[in-house]
């Protein structure tokens, strides 16, 4: 816990190391241009930092694409399908085979979609692709509870709960970790967020899914802290339903459009609560009666966003020839390096990580619990230290490994422990 020069500068030394090796560092430069290396920006994971694609697509889309072609671009440019076509792109980087995922709206609009079609799916018939047979929900006991992570991000909590008014069914607010022991004949539907938002705990997918599948209901995963940092393997998994926004380590750009993923066996019993036109089987028919269309484009509803789309599909080529694997690698070497340079910096008892040690349990962020977090984050950021701040007493730290550096770690770490110390010097009770 000194602080003397020597042991200072070790975890400097250590990092400038461990940048040398990184096999990702080269992809920070893609992100240049835009002060980047004036801040340590850690918190790529609430918005993601500018891509330096994306810019001139956008100019080009918006100056060829609307300007000159105008109305022909939903076809010549590709514009009508590509929900689905960004969707595959976004599908790779969370192990969906491509048809499974379609772009568009917002992740609070997607977990609607998705709970009202989980609860459907458990009542008209289970799980298996038929919609019959030993996993089928149908025709057993009434299914009329929805459980839901209790720690959940507030939108899916608020929107579980307008779903649930809407089917039928009550939410059942759970820990993540108890739900596979809870869920049965009851469950209409599961919404389990994959990396809890505040303290970054990653939670049991794999088994989650699996006992959700025994007792016949399917389980929505929400991704939004997950996709771009970790690999997620909906298809390995039998995972039904996912969404997430692109926003975040994705770094699609402000209000991005989300994503919705619906396991290819059960599209056909994806029955959306958004019925819009764009998820008709012949939308240029106009017809008065709704069909739905085949595969993912079920999950579409009205006209796409194609400024905030295709600023994301720019976004993603930063991912082209990347495997998930070595960026989750560096995310957790990322982590444990920056919860060793808080310990050897910060002082004791001054700031308490509620991010779990285990790599099994962690996602790509480190929240530190400090009674004055709302000040202390202010100062960071005074600093050039961007994390953010969560509400009661929760210092954020996101890290987003295609262009955070270890280097940007020992420096938050150091600026963090400056500023403790000085709060505490300057006659802060303790
Ligand atoms: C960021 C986040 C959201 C955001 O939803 P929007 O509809 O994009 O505002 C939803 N859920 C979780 C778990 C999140 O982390």
């Not at 739900?179 to 705990?201: C, K, M, S």
């Not at 955070?404 to 938050?412: I, L, N, P, S």
């Amino acid at each position: 816990m000194s602080d003397t020069g020597t042991e200072a500068m070790e975890p400097r030394a250590e990092a400038a190391k461990l940048d040398e090796s990184d096999e990702l560092r080269g992809k920070r430069a893609e992100f240049s241009g835009y002060g980047l290396d004036e801040v340590v920006y850690l918190d790529g994971n609430s918005l993601g930092a500018l891509h330096r694609a994306v810019p001139g697509r956008l100019a080009e889309v918006v100056e060829h694409e609307w300007g000159r072609l105008r109305i022909r671009s939903w076809d010549e440019s590709g514009w009508w399908t590509a929900p689905e076509r960004v969707g595959d792109r976004v599908g790779r980087l969370v192990g969906a085979a491509p048809g499974q995922v379609v772009v568009g709206d917002s992740t609070s609009v997607n977990v609607f979609k998705a709970v009202v079609a989980a609860v459907r799916i458990a009542r008209g018939g289970g799980l298996s692709d038929t919609g019959a047979g030993p996993e089928s929900g149908g025709g057993g006991p009434a299914r009329d509870e929805i459980l839901v992570d209790a720690a959940t991000f507030p939108t899916d909590g608020y929107i579980a709960e307008s779903a649930a008014r809407m089917t039928g069914c009550a939410v059942r607010p759970l820990p993540a970790a108890g739900i596979p022991a809870a869920v049965g004949a009851r469950t209409a539907a599961v919404l389990v967020n994959h990396v809890d938002y505040r303290t970054g705990r990653l939670h049991d997918l794999p088994g989650t899914t699996a006992a959700a599948r025994a007792a016949g209901a399917p389980v929505v995963w929400d991704l939004c802290h997950s996709v771009g940092a970790l690999p997620v393997e909906l298809d390995a998994h039998g995972v039904d339903l996912a969404v997430g926004c692109t926003y975040k380590f994705l770094g699609g750009g402000p209000g991005s459009p989300a994503f919705l993923y619906v396991r290819r066996g059960l599209q056909p019993r994806f029955d959306s609560p958004l019925p819009g036109w764009n998820s008709h089987a012949d939308p240029f028919a106009m017809a008065s009666g709704y069909a739905p269309a085949e595969g993912a484009v079920r999950g579409r509803v009205g006209t796409p966003d194609i400024l905030s789309m295709l600023a994301l599909d720019a976004a993603l080529d930063v991912w082209d020839g990347v495997s998930v694997e070595s960026v989750r690698a560096k995310s957790l070497a990322l982590t444990d390096f920056f919860l060793r340079c808080v310990a050897a910096y910060v002082p004791a008892g001054r700031a308490e990580s509620i991010t779990p040690a285990a790599h099994a349990e962690r996602g790509s962020q480190v929240a530190l619990r400090c009674p004055d977090a709302g000040d202390v984050m202010a100062e960071l950021i005074r600093r050039g230290v961007v994390g953010d701040y969560r509400r009661p007493d929760v210092l954020r730290f996101g890290f987003a490994p295609l262009y955070t550096r270890f280097a940007d770690a020992e420096r938050a770490a150091r600026v963090l422990a400056e500023v403790l110390t000085e709060a505490r010097g300057g006659g802060a009770a303790d």
